[in-house]
């Protein structure tokens, strides 16, 4: 007899390692404990830290390791910060994996043009490391990493490694005069990407930059329906019965996103 998984508990897990990231940013590697977490990029969990609260947050990791989970935290209130506290062997409840993931099968033999700024970078390290892992099914894959200075920089150590095999270009806003790389916003610099004909975005980032990423890559030819989003919004089930997470056009973030395509969704609505 098979025990249907009820989505309102959370399942058993203990931290098996933590990285720091950035000043602000841990990642933490979960071992969950007599379960698999069956995913694919683009979905997110609900993290529970015992007496603590509850937070989503997207699956970091590749969805190839079915037995671990990663997920990369920025400090910003109750639970992020207490995340920030854990060690290897604390005990942590999962919820999930929830939502709609990227639609990899239609990215396949398609030029990607991924598009993260801030701990944006979080939604889409799954989908760079799945990229990277079947590469052959996917033509020029170009990421365009954004931050503000080289210490929000986050996975510094990866991104070398993502660059042997994938176009990599990272960009800061506020950098220091040692900084001898690119300068400026994400948007200062998509004119330098060759879109081709087959060519398809992700961007992950506040509203504010997805908006205006997303608008000006429609403008240089991208059909919306190309154009993907990952959304954040403050969630509470999770699973779509409280509507805590709804956005302009009566979708629920949790259930029919976090992924939306620009064809979806009204930009200047969820941009606001
Ligand atoms: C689908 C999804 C995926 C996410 N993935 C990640 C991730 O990979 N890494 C990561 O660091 N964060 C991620 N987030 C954001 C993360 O869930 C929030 O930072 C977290 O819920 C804050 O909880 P807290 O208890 O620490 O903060 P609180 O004490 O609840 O709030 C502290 C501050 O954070 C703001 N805040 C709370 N929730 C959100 C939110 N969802 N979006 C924006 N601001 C918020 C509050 O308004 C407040 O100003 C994701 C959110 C969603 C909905
Ligand atoms: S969080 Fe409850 S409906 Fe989305």
Known sequence: MSIEYNPFLPRPAIVNAVRDESLETKTLKISLINWRANFLPGQFVQLLLPGVGEAPFCIASSPSDSKHIELTIMRRGLVT????????????????????????????????????????????????????????????????????????????????GWAEKINVIVTLSKPSEKWNGLKGRVTDHLGAIN????????????????????????????DRRD?????????????????????????????????????????EEVGE
């Open 195 to 222: 879109l081709g004909k087959g060519s398809l975005a992700v961007i992950c980032g506040s509203p504010a930059v997805m908006v205006s990423v997303a608008q000006s890559l429609i403008g240089k030819g991208l």
């Open 81 to 160: 910060n207490a995340a920030h506290y854990m060690r290897p062997g604390d005990a942590v409840g999962i919820r999930g994996p929830f939502g709609r993931p990227f639609p990899v099968e239609n990215f396949k033999g398609r030029d990607l043009v991924l598009v993260a700024t801030g701990i944006g970078i979080a939604a889409l390290r799954s989908l760079i490391l799945y990229t990277i892992e079947n590469r052959k099914d996917f033509g020029d894959i170009t990421l365009l990493y954004g931050a503000r200075f080289v210490e929000d920089l986050v996975y510094r150590d990866e991104l070398r």
């Open 227 to 267: 154009v993907y989003l990952s959304m954040e919004r403050h969630m509470k089930c999770g699973i779509g019965k409280c509507a805590r997470c709804m956005i302009p056009g009566g979708f629920l973030v949790c259930k029919d996103g976090p992924v939306f395509s620009a064809g979806e969704i009204s930009l």
